[in-house]
């Protein structure tokens, strides 16, 4: 295996994309959780085998001996949507690591490819493109509503210092989002692209009267979306959160 960075292993494709090794990673945020428990709860937040990550029997046994252990080619996407998961400093390293392998794997398209890689990994490298582009607006949905990670904007404007009135107006004066009566909706540059959930809430008016209103809920792919957009303005989260 060629190593691109020894801080957390990352190999590249066929295509000039980057994979990362899943223990390796799994180490580096130094989770206490044994990899396999960590990394199935980990496939709770969304994330589909042979899209976002594929699974390899790797080269190390256990040191009692038996079968070789199984390991995970995870995409960066996935990579850095885990990393921000874990809300510690070791997980934004992580995450900033996983932006400069990004910008190296854009700049530099003819890096030497690995040898001896599973060969599951470049039919990854093949496929995640094109079944990023068929998946249907259904799939995103289940995803969505199986995922476990919905935010609503109060809880992601606190951690950037903001009341959620000042924050839903900082997006819409970005351009991400709009109000339509008295809920906000994603322009359609950023719809079906599985950022955000609309469901109907009911609540008891001031007059005793029971309604039902929609709210929007952010996926965790939604506030990596979010992360990025506005991390590239200049503006980063005021609040460091623990695991």
């Not at 044994?34 to 085998?49: L, P, V």
């Not at 359609?188 to 309604?211: C, L, R």
Request: hydrophobic residues 30%; charged residues 25%.
């Amino acid at each position: 295996m060629i190593q691109m960075n020894e801080l957390i292993k990352t190999f590249k494709q066929d295509d000039g994309s980057v994979v990362v090794d899943g223990r390796d990673l799994h180490d580096f945020l130094e989770v206490k959780e044994r990899y396999n428990d960590w990394f199935k709860d980990m496939q709770k937040y969304g994330f589909t085998e042979n899209v976002d990550f594929i699974s390899f029997t790797g080269k190390r046994v256990k040191p009692s001996g038996g079968r070789p252990q199984v390991n995970h080619a995870l995409t960066l996407d996935m990579a850095k949507e885990l990393s921000m998961i874990q809300r510690t400093k070791k997980g934004k390293q992580a995450r900033q690591y996983f932006i400069s392998m990004e910008k190296q794997a854009k700049s530099k398209q003819q890096l030497p490819l690995p040898k001896d890689y599973p060969s599951a990994l470049r039919a990854l490298a093949d496929s995640m493109e094109e079944n990023q582009k068929l998946k249907p607006a259904a799939d995103y949905t289940q995803k969505i509503l199986a995922n476990p990670g919905l935010e609503t904007i109060s809880v992601i404007a606190k951690n950037y210092g903001y009341s959620p009135c000042e924050f839903n107006k900082l997006l819409h004066g970005l351009g991400i989002q709009y109000k339509q009566g008295k809920t906000w909706l994603l322009y359609a540059k950023y719809q079906d692209k599985g950022y955000t959930h609309v469901e109907p809430y009911g609540y008891t008016n001031s007059d005793g009267i029971d309604k039902v209103r929609n709210t929007m809920k952010w996926t965790q792919k939604g506030q990596h979306f979010l992360y990025d957009f506005l991390e590239s303005k200049g503006i980063m989260p005021k609040v460091e959160q623990t695991a």
